[in-house]
């Protein structure tokens, strides 16, 4: 089995993409959360597990300084194939 390598869009082209990056309870576990990213037609294009991308963000609290980071590090990595959605 062959690991496919993710590629991110460019950051300016993602940030053109995003609309809104929003916070939800994952459907199928109330429990965990998700980041769901929306583009300017309100589809979703892609989401993040909250837990993972605080953790790979490095985000301990909930602060403007914190959601400006998340923003920042979602941008850069939004993945390539989001532009199909």
Not at 22 to 36: A, C, F, G, K, Y
Not at 59 to 73: R, V
């Amino acid at each position: 089995m062959s690991e496919e390598t993710i590629r991110f869009l460019p950051y300016e082209q993602a940030a053109e993409l995003v609309a809104a990056i929003q916070e939800e309870e994952d459907i199928d576990n109330p429990d965990r959360h998700i980041l769901t990213v929306y583009n300017h037609a309100n589809r979703a294009v892609c989401w993040f597990d909250y837990e993972e991308l605080m953790r790979d963000a490095g985000i301990q609290g909930k602060d403007a300084t914190s959601k400006q980071t998340l923003t920042e590090y979602v941008l850069h990595h939004i993945p390539d194939w989001a532009l199909d959605e």
